[in-house]
């Protein structure tokens, strides 16, 4: 098993699943006031060098679950944010705390963070990924589909660190995805040719309708990320008629269920209608991020999976 929680891909299918199973346990358990306290005493050290509401409260409430404290370290203020070495933080940490979870920019930081840490290290999101957000999508497919498997799949939008790890997703656990996004706004050109050379099932269009079009879970994320605020204008111009709307979801799966990581800005990427529908799992999702992270944090931070 890896030491770090950094990209789906360092990770078996099989692990990822182990992750699921312990998931719905430890869910179990929360929802009957169920002491698992699978972490006590143990620390996880949270890095943000950008915004957070979900990732931050979530991975907090998930350590007081567990039984463990976390701690809510804003890099701005801390000497990472007057220029320590990321390799003599590393180091530092290992000395204190039994995990970090970090929020960052460069996909590189934090596997070098991770690299000379002795300690796990969980990607809180990068430019390049999220993975903990998608771990807590396909546990909410799961509950609402009774499995991630046989079932089409498809994103509407930016080629951004959502659509990166759907990628991986598809070419970890080997279902069918549709990504359609505009000219110019295509996922990593190295994450697209990995998941092809794994024989991931993936078609890229520029058409959502195509995309769209009998898909069973529909999946979208903002026009302009963390960090391309000043791209805003520029993005809404490409990103016209790549918005899931009601008439987007008539071409998909009577049953069909639309996710959104949020936040949303409703209007662009999603609308208001369809947020609010039948087909929205979009807050079920949201929470599902403590429960699956509490997952990843149990099974890294050497936590017993529960009896
Ligand atoms: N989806 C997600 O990661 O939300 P936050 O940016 O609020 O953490
Ligand atoms: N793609 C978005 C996801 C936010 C959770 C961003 O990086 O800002």
Redesign the pocket.
């Known amino acids: 098993m890896n030491k770090d929680f950094l990209c789906l891909s360092d990770w078996t299918r099989e692990e990822l699943e182990a992750i699921f199973s312990l998931c719905h346990d430890l869910k179990a358990k929360a929802k009957t006031g169920t002491p698992h306290h699978l972490l006590k005493g143990k620390t996880l050290a949270m890095i943000f060098e950008?915004?957070?509401?979900?990732?931050?409260i979530s991975f907090e409430v998930g350590m007081f679950q567990l039984g463990g404290h976390a701690l809510f370290l804003h890099s701005g203020t801390t000497q990472m944010g007057r220029g320590e070495p990321i390799k003599d933080t590393a180091r530092v940490m290992s000395g204190y705390c039994d995990g970090i979870m970090i929020?960052t920019y460069s996909q590189a930081a934090i596997e070098e963070l991770a690299q000379w840490s002795t300690i796990p290290v969980i990607n809180?999101?990068t430019d390049l990924y999220?993975p903990c957000?998608i771990m807590a999508d396909l546990f909410t497919v799961i509950e609402h589909k009774q499995t991630y498997r046989n079932l089409k799949y498809c994103w509407i939008g930016d080629g951004n660190n959502m659509a990166n790890s759907w990628i991986n997703a598809a070419s970890v656990f080997g279902f069918e995805l549709r990504v359609a996004t505009p000219k110019g706004y295509e996922p990593d050109a190295e994450v697209v040719a990995r998941a092809a050379k794994a024989g991931a099932r993936i078609l890229y269009t520029n058409d959502p309708a195509q995309a769209a079009s009998g898909a069973d879970v529909l999946n979208t994320d903002v026009w302009a990320s963390?960090g391309q605020e000043r791209e805003q204008q520029e993005r809404e111009r490409a990103f016209a008629g790549y918005q899931i709307n009601d008439k987007l979801v008539d071409l998909a799966a009577d049953d069909c269920v639309v996710m959104h990581?949020?936040?949303a800005h409703r209007g662009e990427e999603i609308t208001d209608s369809v947020i609010e529908s039948k087909h929205s799992i979009i807050f079920a999702e949201?929470e599902n991020?403590l429960h699956v992270q509490k997952a990843i944090m149990a099974t890294l931070m050497e936590g017993k999976p529960c009896s």
Do not use: N
Not at 50 to 56: P, Q
């Open positions: 950008k915004s957070s509401t979900r990732t931050r929020r809180g999101l999220h957000q963390m990581c949020l936040p949201a991020r």
